[in-house]
């Protein structure tokens, strides 16, 4: 099945900075996700992204496919994106099961 | 919005016991996912299930069993539950077409076997 990496694992930012959280993922994918897990451990899905960009308000995501790899960018920060951020991939070809990365937990001080 | 539900936010069990985790999805989900996280491992897939009555193995099945005879409920179970079974429970859902997607998950349970 394909490997997920996520680096950073850990950051530390202050409130109003920006950041970019890194994806890479061992062979090609068609369901790439990334989700935000707060601090109470509700999983939030952020973007269905297979390929392209996408953006929701602060938060915009970039896959590109070919070169196996997507990233997520916060803008803005606040103290409430704090949590851990994930992404995943389907275990083989067009899995509708998902595997996840270990995560980077992001902090962001007032 | 789509929701799931998952039946209890905190369980604790003894060693042996059988447990059962329930899961409601109110959107017609073909597909439901039971993962379990662990500091340091991650999310893992235990099971998966992609109609009423079908259902597959996923990483970690090993202890657990499932029930799905209803569309929106998919039910966990554990058959003796062991200490090393302590962890959060999520499930999950998707419609499994391409226009959209996402999981949505539940906002789990953490148990605890004493």
């Known amino acids: 099945g394909i490997q997920v990496e996520q680096s950073p694992p850990d950051l530390i930012l202050q409130e109003g900075a920006n950041s970019t959280l890194r994806c890479n993922f061992s062979?090609?994918?068609?369901?790439l996700q990334w989700f935000h897990q707060n601090p109470w451990g509700q999983l939030i899905n952020l973007f269905y992204?297979?390929?392209g960009t996408k953006q929701n308000g602060r938060l915009s995501a970039t896959t590109v496919a070919t070169e196996r790899y997507s990233l997520l960018y916060i803008s803005s920060s606040q103290t409430t994106d704090s949590g851990v951020y994930f992404c995943?991939?389907?275990?083989?070809?067009?899995?509708?099961?998902?595997?996840f990365g270990k995560g980077t937990k992001l902090t962001v001080n007032p | 919005d789509v929701k799931v539900t998952q039946s209890s936010r905190y369980l604790v069990k003894r060693t042996g016991e059988k447990v059962f985790l329930e899961c409601v999805q109110d959107?017609?989900?073909?597909?439901m996912f039971w993962y379990r996280q662990d500091p340091g491992l991650g999310l893992r897939l235990i099971y998966f299930?992609?109609?009423?009555?079908?259902?597959e193995k996923g990483d970690i099945p090993e202890g657990y069993s499932v029930s799905r005879e209803k569309k929106e409920r998919f039910s966990l179970i554990l058959e003796s539950a062991s200490t090393n079974q302590t962890s959060m429970y999520l499930c999950?859902?998707?419609?499994?077409?391409?226009?959209?997607?996402?999981?949505?998950f539940g906002s789990g349970t953490r148990l605890t076997v004493v």
């Open positions: 992204i297979p390929s």
């Open positions: 999950a859902s998707n419609d499994g077409s391409r226009v959209n997607y996402g999981y949505t």
């Open positions: 062979d090609s994918v068609n369901n």
């Open positions: 959107m017609d989900h073909e597909n």
């Open positions: 995943a991939g389907p275990t083989q070809g067009g899995s509708e099961k998902l595997v």
């Open positions: 299930s992609y109609d009423v009555k079908m259902k």
